[in-house]
């Protein structure tokens, strides 16, 4: 039995993206430690060039495109003094030009400024994308010969895995089954969460309508469902219930390997706060992780507490989406005189420092398929105080602390009681470094094969 593994997604994800998201890594790993312990039985799939077949390629050509992806970028240097001087002096004119409008032409202009920001930052990125694959990534079609040796080797009773997130390739339900019947195949399918069905006020409305036409047209194919999650598999059986969908199996969660890789070397940067002076906040800023929860929270801090007993919040991560309205309300803030910091695409060894170097980390989202910032904050020996919606408490466990993320009194009371006793948290990270424990990818790679029948 042979487990042939579709690994496009990532193939298409590369031409357009410069870091790996939480789904790609997750996918590589458990690909990685698959190979490793069933090396003659797990092979990898890219679709052919006419998108009615597949063709085998090499794990090697995986293992150079991720590693060409998750390159770090050199950080911007930082700007001279007198010219942040000068900028501050000409962002202080602007407001006060501003300011002096009437109301409806203010709120337009500030509008405008938002969505110039965001228009750059974006700019930025995709010109950032383009030097970093400049050279470095071969994203060549498949060849005819990868796609004849999968036509002559693929058998009756193997499977066909997919890992990823292919749907936005619009015949994917009709390429999965007009291969599963012309050779036998079985579907297996990892899901990682249903946010654009449950919650699509949450996700951009093409990536909504694209998610539910490839949820409902693929998973009543797959012959095994896995899950990340125990709530992920409940939520997704719920889901299929209450719209009439007929499943084949029973959804059965999988546990998570804990990080990525080899652990990163530590990296100080310039750019990063001085350790112990700070809380990290890892996410990409988007609506559903719920940065405005700690904007507020923060901005309470500052009312009740003396400055310097409140430490600064640190924001790591990209500007996302549906969030030009948080993005002002911080401009027009001051950033809360600089008590809170965006450190945007921290590279791995940067990310590492700010885990090992803050006080904690908070992590307040609202949905969650799994929560992967709160696993790394433990496995770093960092306590992680965070949201007790969806899935994060399986996350963190009994060494998180938690919170109602739709109640500000409760976050805030939350956050206090962990400022307010420096002693406890002392002893709070103790426990935490003592007491957890790792998912190797090995344990994930084997429960993936056990559900497959499998005996490696």
């Known amino acids: 039995m042979r487990i042939w593994i579709d690994v496009e997604d990532l193939f298409h994800y590369a031409a357009h993206a410069s870091r790996p998201s939480g789904i790609q890594r997750l996918a590589f790993e458990l690909q990685r430690a698959l190979v490793e312990l069933a090396p003659q039985d797990v092979r990898f799939l890219r679709h052919a060039p006419s998108g009615t077949g597949f063709a085998q390629v090499e794990f090697s050509a995986i293992e150079t495109l991720f590693k060409n992806l998750s390159k770090p970028s050199a950080p911007p240097p930082p700007a001279p003094q007198p010219v942040e001087r000068q900028l501050g002096r000409a962002r202080l004119f602007v407001r006060k030009q501003i300011s002096a409008l009437p109301p409806e032409a203010a709120i337009a202009l500030r509008r405008f400024n938002t969505q110039q920001k965001a228009a750059l930052r974006t700019l930025r990125e995709a010109v950032r994308t383009g030097l970093r694959h400049r050279g470095k990534t071969n994203l060549a079609p498949p060849s005819a010969e990868g796609q004849r040796d999968f036509e002559t080797q693929a058998a009756p009773g193997d499977w066909l895995l997919c890992l990823g997130s292919p749907w936005e390739v619009k015949t994917y339900a009709e390429l999965v089954r007009a291969t599963c019947d012309r050779h036998g195949l079985r579907f297996a399918l990892l899901v990682y969460d249903i946010i654009p069905l449950r919650r699509p006020e949450w996700c951009d409305r093409s990536l909504t309508k694209v998610f539910s036409t490839w949820f409902h047209s693929v998973v009543p194919l797959a012959d095994q469902i ?196 420096p002693a406890g948290l002392a002893a709070w990270r103790a426990e935490v470094r003592q007491n957890f424990h790792p998912v190797s990818w090995s344990e994930t790679a084997s429960a993936t094969l056990r559900l497959l029948g499998h005996s490696c």
Not at 284 to 295: G, V
Request: aromatic content about 8%.
């Open 226 to 421: 896995l899950a990340i999650s125990h709530t992920t598999a409940t939520d997704t059986e719920a889901y299929a219930a209450e719209n009439g969908m007929a499943l084949r199996s029973h959804i059965v969660p999988i546990p998570l390997g804990t990080g990525f890789g080899q652990p990163p070397t530590p990296l100080r940067t310039t750019r990063l706060p001085q350790a112990g002076s700070f809380v990290l906040f890892v996410s990409t800023i988007e609506a559903r992780k719920n940065h405005i929860l700690a904007f507020r929270i923060w901005r309470e801090l500052l009312a009740t507490l003396p400055r310097e007993q409140v430490p600064t919040l640190v924001f790591a991560g990209r500007v996302g989406w549906l969030v030009a309205d948080l993005m002002q309300q911080l401009e027009n803030a001051d950033w809360l005189g600089g008590k809170i910091r965006l450190i945007e695409g921290p590279s791995d060894g940067e990310l590492a420092t700010l885990y090992e170097d803050c006080l904690f980390t908070l992590f307040p989202s609202l949905y969650e398929g799994w929560g992967l910032p709160v696993t790394e904050s433990l496995a770093h020996g960092t306590p992680c105080l965070a949201s007790n919606a969806t899935s994060l408490p399986e996350a963190g466990g009994d060494l998180a602390r938690y919170f109602d993320p739709d109640n500000l009194h409760d976050a805030l009371r939350a956050v206090r009681a962990v400022l307010e006793d």
